[in-house]
């Protein structure tokens, strides 16, 4: 196991703007780490993938879409966030730990948010215990 | 219950509802055209819990300043109302006070559900 | 997979809007940021118009009877002048009818600067912008023949400006003031006509309304209430502030010659004022189309939309995509004979943003964008979690 935690974040390509802090192979230059994925909405994301993410041994997951209610396609992010909250199909499954996945609805200007919120979680995550299959 | 009125949340719910609770009988005392009668029912609500004395007193009051203001505003305005009718400028008192009753209650609302309204949502663990 | 349209001209005004909005979000969280209800707003403003207006026409008698400037006659003027005057809470409800109605146009005004600075309009959004703009028009007229039915000096002058303008046109003219005056000249009928313009455009709305609404699944169509309790007190303190009273009764005989304008409904009056008519209506007509072309103008080469795909073999119909697509643009068809399963999903392929909602909604992998198929999503994600670093 390695000593920084690896953290993915699936991203809205319209969402808190990372222009500039992400590099060519997709990880975060700001927060250690951090890989980045971009979709063209937030709605595009499938419980799959982050169980998948997980799987495949990240440590944490974060979503991240636009502010709640201004989706350039309308209602992505509601449907992510319904997804997640398990109050529309398809949902998580119930083996997933909940703990490694965060949710952030940021607008463009928001990068600073991004980047406190993400170490934050990464923060929690240095306190749970190794994923089991470790 | 009780905890959650005397939480800061509890606090400013309280607070605000009093601001419109008191903006509100503005509504009442203006709507009687800045006169210091009482409407029948506020009349009656405040005799029963022995309250009439002092309303009817802080209406009276108000006439000769606030009700006195609000006319001449009104009047500067062109207002004018026919004085046969039971139209009065107390009607222009009456909304005025209803938009500031109504701007006090949505700024509550505002303050106690913005907490719903976050830019995080962390997943519930299911047990 | 970019598909942010980098060449956008209003790429400045779309960082000031979110910007803005981003302000706005510090102190009143996204769920009372009316900008984010922007389609709402002129919406909710349109329900108190109809409810004061019903009001305001229980009382309203629709003649211009001997205008000899007495006020013992009944006409409009008179019945206007008894609903503000005498009647309890009249005048506070005509002046709410009022400032709604301009409440109305500031609202609309910044919806479509919305949708415009965020690039929300063009593509699959064209039947949302050019019926935005057709209703727009008609909410400027039916908000002008208001002006009108008041029946003062002001209305006598409009009536006359709006006349003289329709007769000028080619072809159509002579017949467009016939219509408006419903008559060849100014009289009890004119009225009728255009009280019968006012109430009976006003709901043609709901007609213009339900074609704005189409494709949009859900449509956000009510702010919530906290922020409908501030949008109705903004129209109450206004009442208050700025009280309306009518000029003098219209006279015939007379021409008046200015007036008080309200800019939000009346500037095309202004502009008529200063300008020869044939320019008037040149701008006029111009000026529509060319906002109605905006979506086809604004961006010289769009880029084409990669339209979601259904895997034939995949799909199990199980209708969840065709639930989520914002834009109705999935169809559930009969499944073809053969198949294990009922239905199948179809892509409605001039619909589509390509966003990729249904393939979110999807637990088969059984629909794909072809420029991220989730098979490569999945790559990825496995290829940045193994790689060092």
């Given at each position: 196991?390695?000593?920084?935690k690896k953290v993915?974040?699936l991203?809205?390509e319209?969402?808190?703007?990372?222009?500039?802090?992400?590099d060519?192979?997709?990880?975060?230059?700001?927060?250690?780490?951090?890989?980045?994925?971009k979709?063209?909405?937030?709605?595009?994301?499938?419980?799959l993938m982050?169980?998948?993410?997980?799987?495949?041994?990240?440590?944490?997951?974060?979503?991240?879409?636009c502010?709640?209610?201004?989706?350039?396609?309308?209602?992505?992010n509601?449907?992510i966030?319904e997804?997640l909250?398990?109050?529309?199909p398809?949902?998580?499954?119930?083996?997933?730990?909940?703990?490694?996945?965060?949710?952030?609805?940021?607008?463009?200007?928001?990068?600073?948010?991004?980047?406190?919120?993400?170490?934050?979680?990464?923060?929690?995550?240095?306190?749970l215990?190794?994923?089991?299959?470790? | 219950?009780i905890?959650?009125?005397?939480?800061p949340?509890?606090?400013?719910?309280?607070?605000?509802?009093?601001?419109v609770?008191?903006?509100?009988?503005?509504?009442?005392?203006?709507?009687?055209?800045?006169?210091?009668?009482?409407?029948?029912?506020?009349t009656?609500?405040?005799?029963?819990?022995?309250?009439?004395?002092a309303?009817?007193?802080?209406?009276?009051?108000?006439?000769p300043?606030?009700?006195?203001?609000?006319?001449?505003?009104?009047?500067?305005?062109?207002v004018?109302?026919?004085?046969?009718s039971?139209?009065?400028?107390?009607?222009?008192?009456?909304?005025?006070?209803?938009?500031?009753?109504?701007?006090?209650?949505?700024?509550?609302?505002?303050?106690?559900?913005?907490?719903d309204?976050?830019?995080?949502?962390?997943?519930?663990?299911?047990k | 997979?970019?598909?942010?349209?980098?060449?956008?001209p209003?790429?400045?005004?779309?960082?000031l809007?979110?910007?803005?909005?981003?302000?706005?979000?510090?102190f009143?969280?996204?769920?009372?940021?009316?900008?984010?209800?922007?389609?709402?707003?002129?919406?909710?403003?349109?329900w108190?118009?109809?409810?004061?207006?019903?009001?305001?026409?229980?009382?309203?008698?629709?003649?211009?009877?001997?205008?000899?400037?007495?006020?013992?006659?009944t006409?409009?003027?008179?019945?206007?002048?008894y609903?503000?005057?005498?009647?309890?809470?009249?005048?506070?409800?005509?002046?709410?009818?009022?400032?709604?109605g301009?409440?109305?146009?500031?609202?609309?005004?910044?919806?479509?600067?919305?949708?415009?600075?965020?690039?929300?309009?063009?593509?699959?959004r064209?039947?949302?912008w050019?019926?935005?703009?057709?209703l727009?028009?008609?909410?400027l007229f039916?908000?002008?023949?208001?002006?009108?039915?008041v029946?003062?000096?002001?209305?006598?002058?409009?009536?006359?400006?709006?006349?003289?303008?329709?007769?000028?046109?080619?072809?159509?003219?002579?017949?467009?003031?016939?219509?408006?005056?419903?008559?060849?000249q100014?009289?009890?009928?004119?009225?009728?006509?255009f009280?019968?313009?006012?109430?009976?455009?006003?709901?043609?709305?709901?007609?213009?309304l339900?074609?704005?609404?189409?494709?949009?699944?859900?449509?956000?169509?009510?702010?919530?209430?906290?922020?409908?309790?501030?949008l109705?007190?903004?129209?109450?303190?206004?009442?208050?502030?700025?009280?309306?009273?009518?000029?003098?009764?219209?006279?015939?005989?007379?021409?008046?010659?200015?007036?008080?304008?309200?800019?939000?409904?009346?500037?095309?009056?202004?502009?008529?004022?200063?300008?020869?008519?044939?320019?008037?209506?040149a701008?006029?007509?111009?000026?529509?189309v060319?906002?109605?072309?905006?979506p086809?103008?604004?961006?010289?080469?769009?880029?084409?939309?990669?339209?979601?795909?259904?895997?034939?073999?995949?799909?199990?119909?199980?209708?969840?995509?065709?639930?989520?697509?914002?834009?109705?643009?999935?169809?559930?068809?009969?499944?073809?004979?053969?198949?294990?399963f009922?239905?199948?999903?179809t892509v409605?392929?001039?619909?589509c943003?390509?966003?990729?909602?249904?393939?979110g909604?999807?637990?088969?992998?059984?629909?794909?964008?072809?420029?991220l198929?989730?098979?490569?999503?999945?790559?990825?994600i496995?290829?940045?979690l193994?790689?060092?670093g």
């Amino acid at each position: 196991m390695s000593d920084a935690k690896k953290v993915i974040t699936l991203i809205c390509e319209r969402a808190c703007d990372l222009s500039g802090i992400v590099d060519d192979s997709g990880s975060c230059t700001e927060v250690p780490g951090m890989k980045v994925v971009k979709f063209p909405c937030s709605g595009m994301i499938q419980p799959l993938m982050i169980e998948n993410a997980i799987k495949a041994g990240a440590d944490g997951v974060v979503v991240t879409g636009c502010q709640i209610g201004d989706c350039y396609y309308r209602e992505g992010n509601r449907m992510i966030r319904e997804r997640l909250l398990g109050d529309r199909p398809p949902t998580l499954k119930k083996g997933t730990d909940r703990r490694r996945i965060l949710a952030l609805w940021l607008a463009k200007p928001q990068r600073q948010r991004f980047i406190s919120e993400s170490k934050e979680f990464i923060a929690t995550l240095n306190n749970l215990a190794a994923p089991e299959a470790k | 219950m009780i905890k959650y009125i005397l939480s800061p949340k509890g606090i400013i719910l309280l607070a605000f509802a009093g601001a419109v609770v008191a903006v509100s009988v503005l509504m009442a005392w203006s709507e009687l055209g800045f006169t210091g009668t009482t409407p029948d029912w506020l009349t009656d609500l405040t005799s029963r819990i022995g309250l009439h004395g002092a309303i009817a007193g802080f209406f009276n009051s108000l006439t000769p300043s606030l009700g006195e203001d609000l006319t001449k505003y009104l009047q500067g305005k062109g207002v004018s109302v026919n004085p046969k009718s039971t139209a009065s400028l107390g009607d222009y008192g009456y909304i005025l006070f209803m938009g500031v009753a109504l701007t006090i209650g949505g700024i509550a609302i505002m303050i106690i559900g913005r907490e719903d309204a976050e830019e995080k949502t962390v997943l519930p663990v299911k047990k | 997979m970019q598909k942010i349209v980098d060449n956008h001209p209003l790429k400045a005004f779309n960082g000031l809007t979110l910007a803005i909005e981003n302000a706005i979000n510090a102190f009143m969280t996204s769920k009372y940021n009316p900008f984010y209800y922007h389609g709402a707003l002129p919406q909710y403003y349109l329900w108190v118009l109809y409810l004061s207006g019903l009001l305001l026409f229980a009382y309203y008698i629709p003649t211009i009877d001997n205008a000899y400037n007495s006020k013992l006659l009944t006409n409009a003027w008179t019945s206007v002048d008894y609903i503000t005057k005498s009647l309890p809470f009249g005048g506070v409800i005509r002046g709410i009818h009022r400032y709604a109605g301009d409440a109305m146009v500031i609202t609309i005004l910044l919806h479509a600067l919305r949708v415009w600075f965020t690039d929300r309009y063009r593509q699959y959004r064209w039947l949302q912008w050019v019926s935005g703009i057709v209703l727009a028009i008609f909410v400027l007229f039916i908000g002008q023949t208001g002006f009108y039915l008041v029946w003062d000096d002001r209305s006598l002058l409009l009536t006359r400006m709006t006349a003289s303008a329709f007769e000028a046109l080619p072809v159509i003219g002579p017949g467009l003031k016939t219509w408006f005056l419903n008559g060849d000249q100014i009289t009890n009928l004119t009225l009728s006509n255009f009280l019968f313009i006012h109430i009976g455009l006003s709901f043609f709305l709901l007609f213009g309304l339900w074609v704005h609404y189409l494709r949009m699944t859900r449509p956000v169509l009510t702010p919530p209430p906290a922020v409908n309790y501030i949008l109705t007190a903004l129209v109450l303190v206004c009442v208050f502030i700025w009280p309306l009273s009518s000029g003098s009764m219209a006279d015939l005989n007379q021409q008046p010659t200015s007036f008080d304008i309200d800019w939000f409904f009346l500037f095309p009056y202004a502009m008529l004022s200063q300008m020869p008519v044939m320019g008037y209506w040149a701008v006029m007509i111009l000026g529509t189309v060319a906002i109605t072309a905006a979506p086809w103008l604004m961006i010289p080469k769009q880029p084409a939309i990669e339209t979601a795909e259904v895997v034939l073999n995949k799909c199990t119909g199980c209708s969840l995509c065709y639930k989520d697509c914002p834009y109705q643009a999935i169809e559930m068809v009969p499944a073809p004979a053969g198949s294990r399963f009922k239905l199948l999903a179809t892509v409605k392929d001039f619909r589509c943003s390509g966003c990729g909602v249904c393939v979110g909604a999807c637990a088969f992998d059984a629909i794909d964008l072809p420029d991220l198929p989730d098979a490569e999503v999945n790559a990825k994600i496995k290829a940045l979690l193994e790689a060092k670093g």
